[in-house]
């Protein structure tokens, strides 16, 4: 009998909920959730073709021990999980921007929490039903890109006010 292909669905994002609130300067503003979705339609791997890092799941000792190259990231509720502070809102969609970027190369897509000025990041292989070494490494490259600064003997200057905590 010959194997069948599946659907391996692309994602996209999707606008979950919003939850009203307000930020520290007293304006009404909102923080929205998005999160990965799926959409039947793209013929992309057979059943049972996926690597060994998407299927194996990390022990917590794994985990804690890899969360040491990662300081401002915590495990909760079985997701790999880190909180960045933005300068305000437009800083705020071009992190969301940037780590949706990164999200799509790596073909591995977190969930996000947004506020005015934060941006929750949370990582968990949905295939795996927990942390794998996707989740590690995606959270490794979002920390390295978005946390980026010209060192002060560059030529660039980089941004002279708050950036991306």
Same mark, same amino acid.
């Given at each position: 009998m010959q194997e069948k292909e599946f659907y +391996?669905?692309?994602s996209f994002w999707a606008w979950q909920s919003t939850v009203s609130g307000h930020? +520290?300067?007293?304006?009404?503003? +909102?923080?929205?959730i998005l999160r990965s *979705?799926? *959409? !039947?339609?793209?013929?992309? %791997?057979? %059943?049972?073709?996926?690597?060994? +890092?998407?299927?194996?799941?990390l022990? =917590? =000792?794994e985990? *804690?021990? &890899? /969360?040491?190259? /990662?300081p401002e990231w915590e495990v909760r509720?079985?997701?790999? %999980? %880190? &909180?960045y502070k933005t300068p305000g809102f437009s800083h705020t969609l071009l992190l969301v921007n940037t780590i949706g970027y990164l999200a799509e190369a790596a073909w591995h897509h977190p969930d996000l929490e947004l506020g005015y000025?934060?941006?929750?990041? !949370?990582? #968990?292989?949905? #295939?795996?039903?927990g942390i794998t070494m996707n989740d590690v490494e995606l959270?490794?490259?979002?920390?390295?890109?978005?946390?980026?600064k010209p060192e002060a003997s560059d030529s660039l200057q980089g941004y002279p006010k708050n950036w991306v905590k």
């Open positions: +391996s669905p692309p930020h +520290s300067a007293g304006d009404h503003c +909102s923080t929205t *979705q799926t *959409q !039947r339609g793209w013929p992309l %791997r057979k %059943r049972g073709d996926w690597g060994m +890092s998407e299927k194996k799941l022990t =917590e =000792e985990i *804690q021990h &890899k /969360l040491v190259t /990662l509720d079985g997701w790999l %999980r %880190r &909180k000025a934060q941006i929750i990041v !949370r990582l #968990q292989t949905h #295939q795996a039903g959270a490794q490259k979002i920390e390295e890109v978005v946390l980026w």
